[in-house]
């Protein structure tokens, strides 16, 4: 296996520290510890096409993930300590022998300054995280995957991005969250090469560099059916950014369910982003109508005024962030619609259907609003509900994605078969 993230350096001083708590202290750890095991299998096929449909590139992808993660219950007293441990490890299976191999989101990729590289047989990560908890605040330093608006982890292909820095959150009044923090490397979720945290859009993946995110926020649950949160980030250098959100959830009778979810952001440069092109506003939301086994959703979003939204790393938290783009380029409108089927009312537990149709205009491409881009995803996955291998999933996404307009993204059709169990550890 090639080198294991530097994290790694962290982790093993905060497991040296967590050694030197006394012996009936280090009880209270174990007793509400967990631990678990993912077993990830993954074949991914990503047909590249050009402008006129005729292919140019195929990726054939197929790996298996390991995702081992430890959770320890906190120490006895005012203040209890702990500590948290993620192992991964991703094995190459097989590979294609296409000629532009990189950025499939599977694979670590070997650079070898022709373009190209090789994947690696083998790549993988150790993060470990010391946490400290008063009352129902808990502050975690090392390894983290946050889950915010202004900053994702991805777990969508065979292993899960991660960031290194520190974390707060703190639930003190109660439906109020508040969280705060800092990150200052990140790792992809098809590497492990701990890198400075990056400005992602989709016309520039490659992303600027900064020595460090910081995010602050919450969520305030103001009834059992509305949920409002502010977040503010600030990417040193390069861009700041408001968020606020809302989520509602109805319940209309018989069956009938409708849930509103409701999106904006602004963000401004400062300085280093794309050349201080960034000022817009961006706005998206899905109201999705539940009726039994079925949802019916439509999807909105639109990037107002100059640049394309900014985010961290590799997702952007918004409703049309799908399989294979996210709708964010400038003055990009974009609406969905989706379809949900859970077949469990049906006679079949355990079996799901989704599929997406989105389609996105008006985008800047040079000095005009020509840039096009449509995607179509279909889902379907079956878990397990008994047996030997109760609660293994199987997962087949099958998804396309087409550009015009003048736009140089390529052209996408791409297939995912994912076969994942998790067996509890502790």
Request: proline residues 2%; glycine residues 12%; negative net charge.
């Amino acid at each position: 296996m090639n080198k294991i993230s530097q994290r790694s350096k962290l982790g093993l001083s905060i497991l040296a520290a967590a050694m030197a708590i006394p012996a009936v202290s280090q009880a209270a750890l174990v007793e509400d510890s967990k631990a678990s095991l993912e077993l990830r299998n993954m074949y991914q096929n990503r047909d590249v096409r050009n402008a006129h449909g005729a292919n140019t590139d195929t990726h054939k992808e197929w790996a298996q993930g390991f995702k081992l993660r430890f959770e320890s219950g906190f120490t006895e007293g005012t203040v209890g300590v702990g500590i948290d441990a993620l192992g991964m490890a991703g094995i190459k299976l097989d590979h294609s022998n296409g000629q532009n191999r990189n950025g499939s989101g599977v694979l670590n990729i070997n650079h070898k300054g022709d373009g190209r590289g090789d994947a690696e047989s083998s790549f993988g990560e150790l993060g470990l995280t010391a946490k400290a908890r008063i009352s129902k605040t808990v502050l975690k330093l090392g390894t983290l995957e946050p889950m915010l608006p202004v900053v994702m982890a991805n777990d969508a292909r065979l292993l899960t991005s991660t960031y290194a820095g520190g974390m707060i959150t703190s639930q003190e009044i109660d439906g109020l969250t508040l969280n705060a923090g800092r990150l200052e490397r990140h790792n992809d979720r098809d590497d492990s090469s701990n890198q400075k945290i990056r400005l992602r859009t989709p016309s520039y993946a490659g992303g600027v560099e900064a020595d460090r995110l910081d995010f602050a926020g919450g969520s305030y649950v103001i009834s059992p059916e509305l949920t409002a949160s502010y977040y503010y980030g600030n990417m040193e250098d390069v861009y700041k950014q408001h968020f606020v959100g809302a989520v509602h959830n109805a319940n209309l009778g018989d069956g009938l369910t409708l849930r509103t979810d409701l999106r904006y952001f602004k963000s401004k440069d400062e300085g280093r982003a794309l050349g201080g092109k960034i000022d817009n506003d961006f706005f998206n939301g899905m109201v999705t109508l539940g009726m039994n086994a079925h949802k019916f959703g439509l999807g909105y979003s639109t990037v107002s005024g100059d640049g394309n939204f900014p985010y961290a790393a590799i997702d952007a938290y918004t409703v049309n962030s799908v399989s294979l783009t996210d709708f964010t380029l400038a003055d990009m409108d974009a609406w969905q619609l989706r379809y949900d089927l859970d077949f469990t009312s049906l006679g079949v537990p355990g079996l799901s259907f989704m599929t997406r149709y989105i389609y996105g205009d008006d985008a800047q491409v040079g000095t005009a609003n020509t840039g096009k881009q449509i995607e179509r995803d279909s889902l379907i996955s079956y878990a397990f509900q008994s047996g030997p291998i109760k609660g293994a999933r199987v997962t087949w996404l099958n998804a396309t994605l087409r550009n015009g307009g003048g736009l140089t993204t390529q052209d996408l059709n791409e297939n995912r078969l994912i076969v994942s169990y998790t067996l509890p550890l502790l």
